[in-house]
């Protein structure tokens, strides 16, 4: 089966510019994840999806970070006016059961490295 | 509060020797508990996982992991070490059926030859 697609990889952009990436899950897995990695430490949840309803977003700096997953399956992370601190690497994640004991499976991120 | 620790940022070890990485969880029941392997540039690729049954579960690549539940502990071992075994290592749990996956800061590991 087809993986976690996520694009750009890289993205370099000057702050208080906007970014977006996007995420396509694996095909019929109804929960999606967005991670935040900063360099030096784990994964943080950003904003979790069941379908195409939000589940928990309580770590979403709302001020600035925004997400939509539209017909339940593809999803975009939007990140405007974007600040120093947001540089990290952007991960996007999906199963089939929400909290499940099989795990995730996770996209190759995308690098964001903000000027 | 409920955490994840991974007591060591950098492990070195040489190559063909074993290897042990320390996992520890805070939380009153058996969490669901995983250890996944990222590689520089790349996603997060799972090892192994363990949720319920026998207590040494086995892995890809050749990994192992032990769950000790009086020491709230999951430690990732593999006999002899390969060069491209050089990595970041994730421990991460699920508390509860239908949370979220939480990951600790990740060891380090680097191979010397």
């Known amino acids: 089966e087809a993986g976690v697609a996520q694009s750009p990889r890289y993205k370099i952009i000057e702050k208080r510019q906007s970014v977006a990436f996007w995420c396509n899950p694996i095909?019929?897995?109804?929960?999606l994840y967005w991670y935040q990695q900063i360099l030096g430490q784990g994964p943080k949840l950003l904003i979790q999806?069941?379908?195409?309803?939000?589940?928990?977003d309580s770590q979403l700096p709302k001020d600035r970070f925004s997400a939509e997953r539209l017909k339940g399956v593809d999803s975009t992370l939007k990140i405007q006016p974007a600040k120093l601190e947001d540089s990290a690497v952007y991960l996007c994640?999906?199963?089939?059961?929400?909290?499940?004991?099989?795990?995730?499976?996770f996209g190759s991120g995308t690098r964001l490295t903000v000027v | 509060a409920q955490s994840v620790t991974q007591p060591d940022i950098h492990i070195t070890v040489s190559e063909g020797a074993s290897l042990e990485l320390r996992c520890n969880y805070s939380?009153?029941?058996?969490?669901?508990l995983f250890w996944y392997v990222q590689s520089p540039g790349q996603g997060l690729q799972l090892l192994l996982k363990?949720?319920?049954?026998?207590?040494l579960v086995q892995g890809i690549k050749g990994f192992e992991a032990e769950f000790k539940r009086s020491q709230s502990s999951f430690n990732l071992r593999k006999p002899s070490v390969h060069w491209s075994d050089a990595a970041e290592y994730f421990c991460?749990?699920?508390?509860?059926?239908?949370?979220?996956?939480?990951f600790g800061a990740g060891t380090i590991l680097r191979v010397k030859s």
């Open positions: 994640a999906s199963s089939s059961i929400r909290g499940n004991r099989y795990g995730y499976t």
């Open positions: 095909s019929g897995h109804a929960t």
């Open positions: 999806f069941q379908n195409n309803g939000v589940v928990d």
């Open positions: 939380y009153g029941a058996t969490p669901y």
């Open positions: 363990y949720f319920s049954g026998d207590t």
């Open positions: 991460a749990v699920i508390m509860e059926y239908g949370n979220k996956l939480v």
